[in-house]
C-alpha cells in the first residue's frame, strides 16, 4: 500500500481528485507539479508540505519560489523539475496525472526507481508503451492504471490465474456529447458543445478527445501496450450510463465487469492502495436506482478519430507517437476556436501521411515523430 506519493499534474482534475483521497487516506505527499498554476499549487503546498514543488513554466516556478520562501518546499522548474520529483528518494508511488507526451521522461525514470506508478498519463503507453512495459519488467516497478476503464480491466483481472485465459478486453465508452450524429451534423459543433460531457468531469482536452472517440482509442492502444494483447483480443463498445467501466471475456465464455458510479476517485483510491481496499466515505452505487444498461456499437464512419487509433494500434512503431502528438496539437486548435470539429482528425491524418514512421523505435525516434507530428500540424493551422 501507497505511503508516499509523488504527484505529477497537481492541479489538474485527477491530480486535485487524488489530493483528496490523500487526505482521505492519510498519505503523505513528497512532490507536486505543475504546468503554471501558481495561486492553486501554492495552496496545495501550504496544505501537504511537499519538500518539493515543480512549475513546468520557469517564470511561474520563480513566483512561486517568491511566495513559498517562509516555507521549506524546495522549487524547481522544466523537465529537471519532472524528473527531480519522479525520482525523489522517499515517494514509494509516483501518480503520473500530466497531459500528454510530457510525462514520458518522468514515468520511465520513475520506473528504473522501482517506484509504484499510478498510472493516469495514457499517453505514456500509447506512444512507447513498449518502451515502458519493457523497463517496468527489468525493474520490477508495479504500474497500476488510473484511468476508470483500465482499473475496471485491472481489478476484473485479479483472479485470472493466466493471461491465455482471456479472449477479450471491452472497454466501455460513454459516447460523448454526440452520440447518434452523423458526420455532417457534427461540423458545426463548438468548443462548448464539446466540453459537455454527459457523465464525467474531466480536464479540456480529454473531454474533446471523449467528444472525438480519440480518447477510447487511446485506451484501446493502452490495453495492448498494458496486457501485452493484440488489436483483436481488446475492443469497445458504447454505454451511455457508464455504470460497467470495462469487462473481461475469458475462453470459456465468462464475462467479469466492473460497476460504478462515474467517480475516479474509486480508481486512484485502489491505485493507491492495491492489493489491499480502503474504506470510502463515497456513496457506493446503488442498484435498484440504476438506469437500464444499454450497449451499442462505436460508429467508426463518423468518428474518425476511432478509427485512425486502431489503424495505428495495427501499425505500430512510430505511427502512435505520430497520431498523438497531432492531436494534442489539433485538440488544443480546436480549443482555441482556430479549427472546426471534424478538422482534429483531418489533421490527425495529414500528420500520418506527411511524417514518415519506423519499426522498433527508441525513445529518441519516438520523441522526434511526436516533434514532426505536432509541427506539421502546425503548419496546416490557419
Known amino acids: 500500500m501507497t505511503r508516499t506519493i509523488a504527484l505529477l499534474g497537481s492541479t ?56 513559498l520562501a517562509d516555507t521549506k518546499v524546495e522549487v524547481m522548474s522544466g523537465m529537471d523539475g519532472l524528473l527531480a520529483a519522479a525520482t525523489l528518494d522517499g515517494a514509494d508511488t509516483v501518480v503520473t496525472a500530466v497531459v500528454g507526451m510530457i510525462g514520458l521522461r518522468p514515468t520511465l525514470a520513475a520506473i528504473e526507481k522501482k ?51 482471456i479472449k477479450r478486453l471491452i472497454l466501455t465508452c460513454s459516447g460523448g456529447p454526440f452520440y447518434g450524429l452523423g458526420f455532417d451534423e457534427l461540423a458545426g459543433k463548438t468548443r462548448a458543445d464539446a466540453l459537455k460531457h454527459p457523465n464525467w468531469t474531466m480536464g479540456a482536452k480529454i473531454t474533446i478527445d471523449s467528444a472525438t472517440l480519440m480518447n477510447k482509442g487511446l485506451e484501446i492502444i493502452e490495453a495492448m501496450r498494458l496486457y501485452r494483447l493484440p488489436l483483436a483480443q481488446v475492443s469497445a463498445v458504447i454505454h451511455r450510463q457508464s455504470i460497467i467501466h470495462s469487462l473481461v471475456e475469458f475462453r470459456d465464455g465468462a464475462l467479469l465487469a466492473q460497476l460504478g458510479t462515474p467517480d475516479m476517485k474509486l480508481p486512484i483510491r485502489y491505485a493507491m492502495t492495491w492489493p489491499l481496499r480502503a474504506a470510502s466515505p463515497a456513496q457506493p452505487l446503488d442498484l435498484l436506482s440504476c438506469p437500464p444498461l444499454t450497449f451499442a456499437e462505436p460508429d467508426e464512419q463518423t468518428f474518425r478519430c476511432l478509427r485512425i487509433a486502431k489503424r495505428c494500434a495495427e501499425q505500430g512503431g512510430t505511427s502512435c507517437a505520430v497520431m498523438n502528438g497531432a492531436n494534442e496539437v489539433a485538440v488544443l486548435a480546436f480549443l482555441r476556436e482556430q479549427v472546426g470539429f471534424n478538422d482534429i482528425p483531418a489533421l490527425v491524418e495529414t500528420a500520418l501521411d506527411e511524417v514518415a514512421q519506423t519499426s522498433a523505435p527508441t525513445l529518441s525516434d519516438i520523441l522526434e515523430a511526436d516533434r514532426l507530428a505536432r509541427a506539421s500540424v502546425q503548419a496546416h493551422l490557419p
Open 12 to 67: 489538474g482534475s485527477i491530480g486535485r481528485q487524488t489530493l483528496e483521497v490523500a487526505r482521505e487516506l492519510g498519505l503523505s505527499v513528497a512532490a507536486l507539479t505543475a504546468n503554471s498554476s501558481v495561486d492553486l499549487i501554492e495552496r496545495q503546498a501550504r496544505e501537504f508540505s511537499p519538500r518539493l514543488a515543480v512549475l513546468y513554466d520557469a517564470d511561474a516556478a520563480n513566483e512561486l519560489r517568491r511566495r
Open 115 to 165: 517506484k509504484r506508478i499510478a498510472l493516469a498519463n495514457k499517453e505514456t503507453l500509447v506512444c512507447a508503451g513498449e518502451l515502458v512495459m519493457d523497463a517496468a519488467e527489468r525493474s520490477g516497478a508495479e504500474i497500476v492504471p488510473v484511468d476508470s476503464e483500465h482499473s475496471a480491466i485491472f481489478q476484473c483481472l485479479q483472479g485470472c490465474r493466466d493471461r491465455s485465459e
